[in-house]
T-cell receptor, first 112, second 115 residues
Framework: EDQVTQSPEALRLQEGESSSLNCSYT??????LFWYRQDPGKGPEFLFTLYSAGEEKEKERLKATLTKKESFLHITAPKPEDSATYLCAVQGPSGGYQKVTFGIGTKLQVIP | GAVVSQHPSWVICKSGTSVKIECRSL??????MFWYRQFPKQSLMLMAT?????????EQGVEKDKFLINHASLTLSTLTVTSAHPEDSSFYICSAPGTSGRAPNFGPGTRLTVT
C-alpha cells in the first residue's frame, strides 16, 4: 500500500526565513510525486510534479526536489501570502485507474 | 490544465436528509472523476472513482448505498449523501485525473454540515 508521510505537521516562520518541508513516501513504482497548496476552505492547487530521482522544479520562492525515498519543498525568503497547507501526494501503478495517495500536509504560517 | 467546478460550495442540512453535490469538468471530457473527503487536520481520503456509463468504484470502508455516485455525462459527476448524519459533515472534493502520471486537478470543494 502506498504511503506518504509529511513533516513537520506545522511550521511557523518569520517573513524571509527560509526552510524546507519533507515528504517521505513508499510506493511500488512511482509514476509521479505531486505538491499542492491548499488554502482554508478551498481545493488543492497544483504546484509541481516530479517523476524521477534527481529532478527539481522551481516556481517563484518554491523549489521541489526528489530522491528515491523523499521529496523536499524548499521555501526561500517566504512571504505571509505563502501561508497555507502544503500537500504531497504520490501516484503509483494505476491498477485500472489513477489513484493518488496524499500525506496529511504541512501547515505553514509566515509571520510578517 | 483541466478546470473543475463544484456546486454548492457549502451546504447545511438536517440529519436524515439527502444532499447532492455536483462536480463539473469545464474544459474537457472526463470519463473518470474522483471523489475525496477531508476531515479537519486530516489528509484527503479517496472515497470513490466515478466512471461515465458504468458503476462507481468505492474504496474500502465507504458505503456505496450511503454515498451514491452518478456519472451521467462526460462533464458531470454527482455525489449524493443519503440519510446524512452529523458524522458525514466534512469537506468533499472532486478531481479530474491526470493522464500518464500528470497531476490531477481539483475542484474548489463543498463544505457539508449536517445538523
Amino acid at each position: 500500500e502506498d504511503q506518504v508521510t509529511q513533516s513537520p505537521e506545522a511550521l511557523r516562520l518569520q517573513e524571509g526565513e527560509s526552510s524546507s518541508l519533507n515528504c517521505s513516501y513508499t510506493v511500488s513504482g512511482l509514476r509521479g510525486l505531486f505538491w499542492y497548496r491548499q488554502d482554508p476552505g478551498k481545493g488543492p492547487e497544483f504546484l509541481f510534479t516530479l517523476y524521477s530521482a534527481g529532478e527539481e522544479k522551481e516556481k517563484e520562492r518554491l523549489k521541489a526536489t526528489l530522491t528515491k525515498k523523499e521529496s523536499f519543498l524548499h521555501i526561500t525568503a517566504p512571504k505571509p501570502e505563502d501561508s497555507a497547507t502544503y500537500l504531497c501526494a504520490v501516484q503509483g501503478p494505476s491498477g485500472g485507474y489513477q489513484k493518488v495517495t496524499f500525506g496529511i500536509g504541512t501547515k505553514l504560517q509566515v509571520i510578517p | 490544465g483541466a478546470v473543475v467546478s463544484q456546486h454548492p460550495s457549502w451546504v447545511i442540512c438536517k440529519s436524515g436528509t439527502s444532499v447532492k453535490i455536483e462536480c463539473r469538468s469545464l474544459d474537457f471530457q472526463a470519463t473518470t472523476m474522483f471523489w475525496y473527503r477531508q476531515f479537519p487536520k486530516q489528509s484527503l481520503m479517496l472515497m470513490a472513482t466515478s466512471n461515465e456509463g458504468s458503476k462507481a468504484t468505492y474504496e474500502q470502508g465507504v458505503e456505496k448505498d450511503k454515498f451514491l455516485i452518478n456519472h451521467a455525462s462526460l462533464t458531470l459527476s454527482t455525489l449524493t449523501v443519503t440519510s446524512a448524519h452529523p458524522e458525514d459533515s466534512s469537506f468533499y472534493i472532486c478531481s479530474a485525473p491526470g493522464t500518464s502520471g500528470r497531476a490531477p486537478n481539483f475542484g474548489p470543494g463543498t463544505r457539508l454540515t449536517v445538523t
